[in-house]
C-alpha cells in the first residue's frame, strides 16, 4: 500500500477532525489546486527576492496582523523560529528561553551555539504551563547579557501568557520579545485581540496552517518593527528549501482573501462562541481544563477526572464518538476547533462530554517536567556535535542526551541535549512512548 493510499483511507473513516491543519479536509481548497505546483518564473515572483505578487501578499499579511512586516515561510512555522532566533544571535549574548520551547527552537540554538539561559514554566500540574512576568525580570535583572527574550504561548494545551507584561519588562530592558505563536494565528481575530503582536512582542512565528485555511507548512513571520525586519527574509533563506511550494503559498493567498473580506472575521468570531458553550458544558459536567487565560478556539479536558486516563483508553472513546483529537496525553485530549468543523463535529464532542460527566473520578496529576531541572553538563552545540550512540531509554539513566527527546506531539523536550539523564527523565520517556535516544558517545 502507498502512502496516498493510505491516506484516502484514512479519510474514508469519517473521523471529526479535531487536530491540525485548519482546513479540516473540508473542501475550502478545490482540486486544482495541485495544478499550481510550479516553480519561481517570471510570472511567479521568488519568495526570497520578492518583487511582485508575493511581496503584495505578504503586504496582505501585514495589514491583517499590523505588523511593520510579514513574510510568508512555506517551510512551516520552524523556519520562522529559526529566523527569529538568528535575529536574536549576537556574539556573547544569550536568549532567556522558556523550558517549554518547540525543538525547532533547540535545534536552532544548537546549531549557531548558544547557550539559553532556561526559564521555567509555572502552574504545570497538568499542563505546560505559563511564563510569569516576575521571573522574566529576575533573569533579566541577574544576567546583563540576555538579548532576547523567547516563549511559546499560546502552551500545546491552550495556556497564554501575560504577553503584554512581558514585553513591557523586556522592552524596559532593552531586550526582544520572541513568541512561538504556532498554534495562535486565529487569535488575532477573537472578539479580544490576544495576538502577541498586538500586545506588544517584536517577532511572532506564527504557523498558520494550525488553525487557519491553509496547506501544512504554510506559516508567518511576523515582526513589529522595520529595524527587526530588515535582515529577516535574509535569515530565512539561511534555512530554507530553495524550492519553496507554490502549493503552499497560493493557499496562504487564499486565506488572506478569505480573512480581508471580513467572512472569515465573521466565521471565526462565530466559532469562538459555539465552542465556548461546550467549554461551559464541560465545566458544569465537573470535566477540568487550564485555569486562566485560554485559547478560545482550544478544549483541552481533563478526562483523568471523568474516569479515563490511559493514551489507548482516550482514543478508544474518542473514536468511538467519530472524534480524531490533536493530542491525547493519557490525562488530557487536546481538541483544536475553527470554523471548518461542522454541526456534525460539533455535536459529536458534545456528545463526548455528556458522556464523560456521567462518572467522576479523582484527579491524576501528570507531573511537570519541572519539578527537577536535569544537570547541565555541557552546552546545547557542543551535545549535538559530539559523537554519539543510540542505545534504549530505559538503559539511559545516567547518559548525556546529546538530541532532544520529544514526545511529538507537543514537540516539548523532556530532556534537552547536554543534560544528564535520570531515573526519573528516564521513566518519563518511556511513559511517553520513546524507545530510544541518542547519548554522547566516548568522549
Same mark, same amino acid.
Given at each position: ?60 499579511? *501585514? ?20 529566523? +527569529? ?65 523567547? =516563549?511559546? $504561548? ?39 485581540? +490576544? ?16 488553525? +487557519? ?91 483523568? /477526572? ?44 458534545? $456528545? ?9 473520578? /479523582? ?22 556535535? *559530539?559523537?554519539?550512540?543510540? =542505545? ?52
Amino acid at each position: 500500500m502507498t502512502l496516498y493510499e493510505k491516506l484516502k483511507r484514512y479519510n474514508e473513516k469519517g473521523y471529526s477532525s479535531f487536530h491540525t491543519p485548519g482546513h479540516k479536509c473540508s473542501g475550502f481548497f478545490d482540486g486544482s489546486i495541485i495544478d499550481l505546483d510550479l516553480t519561481e518564473l517570471p510570472d511567479t515572483d521568488a519568495l526570497f527576492e520578492a518583487e511582485g505578487i508575493i511581496k503584495e501578499e505578504e503586504t496582505l499579511f *501585514s495589514e491583517l496582523y499590523g505588523s511593520a512586516a510579514s513574510f510568508i515561510s512555506a517551510g512551516g512555522c520552524t523556519l520562522a523560529i529559526q529566523a +527569529m532566533i538568528r535575529t536574536a544571535y549576537s556574539p556573547g549574548g544569550k536568549i532567556l528561553c522558556a523550558r517549554n520551547a518547540h525543538r525547532s527552537a533547540v535545534n536552532a540554538m544548537a546549531l549557531l551555539g548558544i547557550d539559553p539561559v532556561w526559564l521555567y514554566p509555572k502552574g504545570t500540574k497538568n499542563y505546560t504551563g505559563r511564563i510569569d512576568p516576575a521571573d522574566v525580570e529576575r533573569e533579566l535583572e541577574a544576567c546583563p547579557s540576555i538579548k532576547a527574550c523567547y =516563549i511559546t $504561548s499560546p502552551s500545546y494545551y491552550g495556556e497564554i501568557s501575560d504577553i503584554r507584561s512581558i514585553a513591557d519588562i523586556c522592552h524596559r530592558y532593552g531586550v526582544i520579545l520572541l513568541v512561538d505563536n504556532a498554534h495562535g494565528s486565529h487569535l488575532a481575530f477573537m472578539k479580544e485581540n +490576544m495576538h502577541p503582536l498586538y500586545l506588544g512582542a517584536d517577532m511572532t512565528a506564527c504557523s498558520l496552517h494550525k488553525t +487557519m485555511p491553509v496547506m501544512t507548512g504554510g506559516a508567518l513571520l511576523n515582526v513589529r518593527t522595520k529595524e527587526l525586519a530588515e535582515n529577516a527574509k535574509e535569515y530565512m533563506s539561511l534555512f530554507a528549501s530553495t524550492s519553496p511550494s507554490y502549493v503552499i503559498m497560493s493557499s496562504l493567498s487564499l486565506c488572506a482573501e478569505y480573512m480581508i473580506s471580513g467572512k472569515g472575521r465573521e466565521d471565526y468570531l462565530r466559532c469562538e462562541e459555539e465552542v465556548g458553550i461546550l467549554k461551559k458544558l464541560a465545566a458544569e459536567k465537573g470535566i477540568s481544563s487550564p485555569d486562566g487565560l485560554c485559547d478560545p478556539l482550544r478544549l483541552t479536558l481533563n478526562t483523568a /477526572k471523568a474516569g479515563l486516563a490511559g493514551e489507548s483508553k482516550q482514543q478508544e472513546f474518542f473514536h468511538r464518538h467519530n472524534i480524531e483529537c490533536e493530542f491525547c496525553d493519557g490525562e488530557n485530549a487536546v481538541l483544536i476547533f475553527t470554523p471548518f468543523n461542522s454541526k456534525k463535529d460539533f455535536d459529536r464532542v458534545r $456528545s463526548a462530554i455528556n458522556e464523560l460527566g456521567k462518572n467522576k473520578a /479523582k484527579e491524576v496529576c501528570r507531573k511537570s517536567f519541572t519539578e527537577k531541572p536535569p544537570e547541565k553538563v555541557m552546552t546545547l552545540r557542543q551535545a549535538v556535535l *559530539s559523537p554519539s550512540e543510540k =542505545i534504549p531509554v530505559r538503559d539511559s539513566a545516567g547518559r548525556i542526551a546529546s538530541d532532544t527527546a520529544c514526545p511529538c506531539p507537543p514537540g516539548v523536550p523532556l530532556i534537552m541535549p547536554g543534560e544528564r539523564i535520570d531515573e526519573d527523565i528516564a521513566h518519563r520517556m518511556e511513559k511517553s512512548g520513546i524507545a530510544e535516544i541518542s547519548v554522547i558517545g566516548k568522549l
